[in-house]
């Protein structure tokens, strides 16, 4: 074992037709340790930006998990499928030379907002302890109830009908299959989603995202990004010497938070982080995940 093993998180580009858990297994190999994990996942057919954790840096990425998230969506009208995408059986057919750009137009300015979104039958989510995907699998599809989601920006790009493609923005819990499902429903003609590409997590953008094959190649050192950038976007705090060894030993320390549920950023005078601080109580902190700067 290494005194500092590997601590960051790479933005990299995924393919199409393999899970997000492949690339993981991938990421694994050539970081030499299991402690690998992504920060949401894509659909196998979907392309684009998946951020991968390794080492210590796996313990911040339930902070990442709120952060915008911007995607391209193209749909086909007028066929539905039971997983609301192109790896679906196909469930209705349906003309839609009726359908006008207007038409698809109006309806997706009706999403953007606060909106009642049902998930996929064809999904992680659990019903009774199980995945829906596991059970609709077992022909005992689950529907699922419908939850509220926030999109922020519905653009379309084209519509060529039968086809659509739109950028959507939207937070955590957006399914852009059931989108592309409720815009059909809306336009009466059914629809399915045949290609999606994340642009963007929060400040990784696809640009800049690096390929499996030159990760492969070049290795994960050029690409890896510190752990600190996860968390970039919370309130920061700077620990005096005294303040960090107090810290380390997991002890309060005097100090506010905008709210008792805001998670504040501890780090040293070199802008290492030290530790994700909570309000314990009025006038004080307390450490909630600790990262040792010899040994993070």
């Given at each position: ?17 393999i899970?997000s ?31 991968v954790?390794?080492?210590p ?13 911007q995607?391209?969506?193209v ?11 192109a ?25 953007i ?30 529907t ?16 060529n ?38 642009l ?22 050029p ?6 950038t996860?968390?970039?976007?919370l309130?920061?705090?700077t620990?005096?010497?005294e303040?960090?060894?107090?810290v ?5 320390i ?17 802008g290492?982080l ?7 109580e ?5 450490p ?9």
């Open positions: 074992m290494t005194a500092n093993p590997i601590a960051g998180v790479l933005n990299i580009n995924k393919p199409g037709g899970t858990h492949d690339v993981v297994n991938r990421v694994r190999k050539l970081a030499h340790t299991r402690k690998v994990g992504h920060t949401g996942t894509l659909d196998p057919m979907a392309t684009g930006v998946l951020l954790c390794i080492g840096a796996t313990r911040l990425i339930e902070y990442i998990v709120p952060a915008l998230k995607y391209r969506a749909v086909r009208l007028g066929v539905t499928t039971d997983t609301y995408d790896e679906g059986r196909i469930t209705r057919q349906c003309d839609p030379a009726s359908v006008t750009p207007q038409d698809v137009r109006r309806v997706l300015a009706s999403f907002g606060v909106i009642e979104q049902a998930p996929p039958p064809f999904s992680a989510i659990k019903h009774k302890g199980r995945p829906l995907y596991k059970l609709a699998r077992q022909g005992r599809p689950v699922p109830a419908p939850r509220p989601i926030r999109i922020e920006t519905i653009e379309p790009e084209q519509i009908i039968p086809d659509v493609v739109f950028n959507v923005t939207g937070h955590a819990g957006m399914y852009v299959r059931s989108l592309a499902h409720d815009l059909g429903r809306a336009l009466g003609v059914g629809a399915h989603l045949t290609g999606l590409t994340r963007a997590n929060g400040p990784w953008r696809v640009q800049e995202a690096v390929s499996l094959p030159e990760l492969e190649e070049r290795g994960i050192a690409f890896l990004q510190p752990k600190e996860l968390v970039s976007h309130p920061a705090i620990l005096s010497d303040l960090q060894q107090r380390l030993r997991g002890q309060t005097p100090g506010k938070a905008p709210s008792p549920d805001t998670p504040l950023a501890a780090c040293d005078r070199a290492n030290i530790a994700v601080m909570k309000l314990r009025p006038g004080w902190l307390k909630v995940k600790v990262f040792n700067p010899v040994h993070p």
